[in-house]
């Protein structure tokens, strides 16, 4: 899968994306992330992209000729009159005003072989060049920040880690946090006793079947505890009711 994100700060992405498990799925070719610098783009020598707002306000706001040409650049093929092919790749614009990343989100995404994620700065971006080339926003929570470097990476981490041969154990983000629509539950490792604290018997118990009851009914009892309104999505049973209040009980 590839990721071309469009930005004036090439080196937060790549930096922060060059680590560990995405900087190493790139390495083996899984993924491609490139950053394309939309200063490359500002057709003046001073690399100037961003002028002042129609209609007064304060900031500065990027203006619609680099992103549009950053944009084309990624496109591949342009038709012949050089504007934006008919078969361009789908384009994401980082933005508060966007939907909410979730993890449903995320798993649609990965059935694009190439994203362009278009981040802002400053005041943000001339609308007329959104309307032209982007086809969706998307926010990653209802807070403002100084740019969409940050959340471009956040996308790009949750999407590639769903892609396979990203992580080692393929398996292993099916049971995590939001994938089933609940909370993981408590993980443990080794000392089996730490500041006099025992490791749950089941989880050394070996019995596959008893710790995959008591990690599902433990995620529950953590979402009804943390996050409410994830269950009310949930069709949970009376007898899992009971269980979830068994541990309640016991706390
Ligand atoms: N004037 C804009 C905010 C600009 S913040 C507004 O009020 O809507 C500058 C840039 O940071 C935005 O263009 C966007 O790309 C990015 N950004 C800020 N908050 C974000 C968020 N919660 N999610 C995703 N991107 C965000």
């Not at 342009?78 to 504007?83: H, I, K, L, V």
């Not at 979730?102 to 994203?115: N, V």
Request: glycine content about 8%; overall charge negative; hydrophobic content about 35%.
């Amino acid at each position: 899968m590839k990721f071309s994100v469009l930005t004036l700060f090439p080196k937060q992405v790549k930096d922060f994306l060059g680590e560990s498990i995405i900087g190493r799925a790139e390495e083996k070719g899984i993924l491609s992330i490139e950053a394309i610098d939309i200063r490359d783009f500002s057709g003046n020598r001073y690399g100037k992209v961003d002028d002042t707002l129609f209609g007064g306000g304060t900031g500065m706001l990027m203006q619609c000729e680099p992103v549009y040409q950053a944009f084309l650049s990624v496109c591949g093929e342009a038709d012949t009159e050089g504007g934006i092919p008919s078969k361009k790749p789908h384009c994401i614009f980082m933005s508060p005003k966007g939907a909410v990343l979730t993890q449903e989100k995320a798993r649609e995404l990965t059935k694009y072989d190439h994203l362009v994620i278009l981040c802002g700065h400053y005041e943000g971006i001339d609308q007329r060049v959104l309307d032209e080339i982007v086809d969706e926003d998307l926010s990653i929570g209802d807070y403002v920040l100084t740019g969409g470097e940050v959340a471009a990476c956040v996308v790009i981490d949750c999407v590639s880690r769903m892609i396979p041969g990203v992580l080692p154990n393929e398996e292993a983000y099916e049971e995590e946090s939001h994938m089933q629509g609940y909370l993981e539950a408590p993980q443990y490792t080794k000392p089996n006793i730490w500041h006099e604290k025992a490791v749950p018997e089941v989880m050394i118990s070996g019995n596959h079947a008893k710790i995959k009851e008591w990690k599902r009914i433990h995620g529950l009892y953590d979402t009804w505890k943390r996050r409410p309104d994830m269950l009310e999505k949930l069709d949970i049973s009376s007898e899992d009711w009971k269980k979830i209040l068994e541990i309640e009980k016991d706390r």
